[in-house]
């Protein structure tokens, strides 16, 4: 029986309001396939979610336009299908689906479960008060009860079957969401709910259990046995299903060094049978070949050799009675060395995946089965130094975004569509940056120009492309010496440490090519200004900038980038400030403006010890060129140092044209103006100038 024959005979004005933006209509036509779609994987807002809500909308679509076609109601129908094409489906309905849909199956087992009580006790009474009457079919009327009873409970059994494999559905959902969660997905880590689920179904099993045994003289010598075995399989599928990693290790783990995890049994507080030995988890490093076979042994396997040496890597499994948890908590582990195994091809040591084992052997009550356990950390990249992690990295996020639910151990596509890989990259920049403003469509089409090294194909034609591996994370960039992901990840880790707030003001277009920039500047007033990641270092930010001579005629000009070292030594909001000729951010915010809450106060005077406050500023090696052209050549200066004596930071130490006695049109033409950081006195009554 389908969830909407049940509601649909319910009151309307009791779930009238459901149908606010879904018509009931269209509800009905599409009762029995709506039921069968996995709204359960529609929990999250994560680019996993929206793949396959979208992928149901327009299948959904596409079956009402069938309808409608052998419907006499054709134009309503289709009137409704395009006010729907025109916004999104309300999924809060649907999410309870799942959650309702298991409910009233666990219901419907309760039920079956006194049926069968009850049709077992009249059976006795009958047989005790009337044995010889005979009932309407000429059978003895004890004889009839029975007789029904073997087609019940098979049912039942059928019924818990299905209820089981929502369960784990559920759970290989929970572990799918737990690996996005790697990429910066949004993540309900609570296990709670799923627990309950377990204890819900583990106790409907043994109440059906127990009826089942006390009808086995009506269900017979073959069938009984067949049915006990039913239910061993589906007891053991259970308890092994509900062992689960709740705090994964490091997907990148570098030898000789802590890290923790912790597994959790969801069926532990009430099934572990009290043992005077506590239970012990241990944890072992397996290979992706080991990882395979024990997949394809379904786990019942036992792990011939560890492929690395872990210390601490044995804990007790422990039960909370307050917290009705039972878990193993792993809180010194350390990674002492690493086995490595043989590589495909010109696969390097970064694309190397192994994992964590988890297992152990229980014995659980009231059945006194004993179960050994085992359970599989996500994909884990080990490395030995710290120059590793990048490409680490690059392994796991490709990993954690594109694998499929209930693979075998690691396969993983070589090529993906480009549009999922922008979710990724969107996904991974806000989780890292930590701000809610991600990429926008034109950041999109600058990566992809860059991925695929292809300056002539527009907006669209990238939407139906795929990337690969090997180009994302293999294939050095023409004219560059790193890869894609090492310069994407780059440029997160300088705005995570020094721009976020930048970013999320949306200060910074970023992502942008320096030959776009031109042809967006070339025609705006001297002085305009923009922000932009570094196309040719990893990790920089530059500002391109207006200049337009007595001519008219303009130039575009890109200060030397500024590393996370530089802006740590001076803010990028300071930087600008110093800068007299950046005069409004592109394309026309005045600085002062976009920037003021991002300048640091400049202090002045003389601070608490009687010494006179100084103050680094930034100038562009430009900029003097064009003063010493117009002046005679100052006297040099004494060279430039901090307050401390030692030399100032600047992003080239780079002695100025004409400082050394070199004319100052001697210079050569530079493609970056050279910014220099340069020491200012400040007095409350002397105001020395820039040098």
């Not at 296990?191 to 689920?197: F, G, H, Y």
């Not at 039913?230 to 783990?253: A, C, D, G, I, M």
């Not at 996370?564 to 005045?590: C, F, V, W």
Request: a neutral charge; aromatic letters at 8%.
């Amino acid at each position: 029986m389908s969830l909407w024959s049940i509601v649909s005979q319910m009151p309307p004005e009791e779930f009238g309001s459901l149908f606010t933006e879904f018509p009931r209509s269209l509800r009905c036509l599409l009762a029995d396939w709506l039921e069968n779609q996995p709204w359960e994987f529609l929990h999250g807002s994560d680019a996993f979610c929206t793949s396959v809500a979208g992928g149901m909308l327009s299948a959904m679509l596409e079956k009402l336009r069938s309808a409608a076609s052998s419907d006499g109601q054709q134009c309503q129908i289709l009137q409704q299908v395009s006010s729907l094409e025109d916004r999104h489906l309300p999924l809060s309905f649907h999410r309870r689906q799942e959650e309702l849909k298991f409910s009233l199956g666990l219901q419907r087992l309760q039920h079956r479960v006194r049926e069968i009580q009850a049709l077992r006790e009249r059976s006795s009474q009958l047989q005790d008060g009337a044995g010889g009457e005979r009932s309407t079919g000429g059978q003895p009327a004890a004889l009839a009860a029975p007789q029904e009873l073997p087609a019940l409970v098979l049912e039942a059994v059928k019924e818990l079957e299905a209820a089981k494999q929502q369960v784990l559905k559920r759970i290989q959902i929970w572990k799918r969401q737990q690996q996005l969660a790697g990429n910066g997905a949004v993540f309900e880590e609570n296990l709670a709910p799923l627990q309950k689920r377990c204890e819900s179904l583990v106790e409907v099993y043994f109440q059906l259990h127990q009826q089942a045994l006390a009808a086995s003289a009506e269900l017979g010598s073959e069938l009984l046995p067949r049915l006990l075995e039913r239910f061993t399989e589906l007891l053991s599928s259970l308890v092994k299903s509900s062992f689960l990693v709740e705090k994964q290790p490091p997907q990148v783990l570098k030898t000789q060094t802590k890290f923790q995890a912790s597994v959790r049994f969801l069926l532990g507080p009430q099934l572990l049978k009290t043992s005077a030995k506590p239970y012990v988890v241990r944890a072992d490093m397996v290979t992706e070949k080991q990882a395979r076979e024990l997949a394809l042994s379904a786990y019942s396997g036992t792990l011939s050799e560890s492929t690395g040496e872990i210390v601490h890597n044995v804990v007790a499994l422990e039960t909370n009675p307050t917290s009705a948890t039972c878990c193993a908590n792993f809180k010194n582990v350390l990674l002492k060395k690493i086995k490595r195994c043989e590589r495909k091809g010109s696969e390097s040591v970064t694309e190397e995946k192994c994992a964590v084992l988890f297992s152990t052997t229980v014995a659980l009550t009231p059945s006194n089965l004993t179960v050994h356990l085992q359970v599989l950390s996500l994909p884990i990249v080990v490395i030995v130094h710290g120059n590793q992690d990048n490409n680490a990295k690059a392994t796991v996020l490709w990993d954690n975004a594109f694998s499929e639910i209930d693979r075998v151990p690691f396969v993983v596509a070589e090529r993906v569509p480009w549009e999922k890989m922008c979710d990724t990259l969107n996904l991974k920049f806000m989780a890292e940056v930590q701000t809610t403003k991600g990429l926008l469509k034109e950041h999109y089409f600058f990566l992809a120009q860059k991925i695929f090294n292809d300056h002539s194909a527009s907006l669209e034609d990238f939407q139906s492309r795929s990337v690969s591996w090997a180009q994302f994370n293999k294939e050095i960039l023409p004219g560059r010496g790193f890869t894609f992901w090492q310069w994407f990840d780059g440029v997160l880790d300088l705005t995570k440490r020094c721009l976020k707030s930048y970013w999320s003001d949306r200060l910074i277009i970023g992502f942008i090519s320096k030959q776009y920039v031109c042809k967006l500047l070339s025609t705006e007033p001297d002085g305009t200004f923009l922000l932009r990641f570094s196309d040719s270092e990893i990790g920089g930010v530059t500002i391109a900038h207006v200049i337009r001579g007595k001519d008219g005629s303009s130039q575009v000009e890109n200060i030397q980038p500024f590393s996370a070292k530089d802006l740590s030594i001076r803010s990028l909001g300071d930087r600008i400030r110093d800068l007299g000729q950046l005069r409004n951010l592109y394309p026309n915010t005045p600085k002062d403006q976009a920037f003021g809450s991002h300048y640091n106060k400049e202090q002045t005077g003389k601070d608490g010890r009687g010494y006179v406050s100084t103050a680094i500023k930034m100038t562009v090696e430009s900029e003097r060129w064009v003063r010493a052209r117009a002046a005679p050549p100052p006297v040099p200066p004494p060279p430039h140092t901090h307050a401390d004596g030692s030399a100032p930071p600047s992003c080239r130490e780079q002695q100025p044209p004409g400082a050394a006695g070199v004319p100052p049109e001697a210079a050569p033409t530079q493609m970056f103006g050279l910014p220099v950081l340069r020491p200012e006195l400040q007095h409350e009554s002397l105001l020395s100038p820039i040098w």
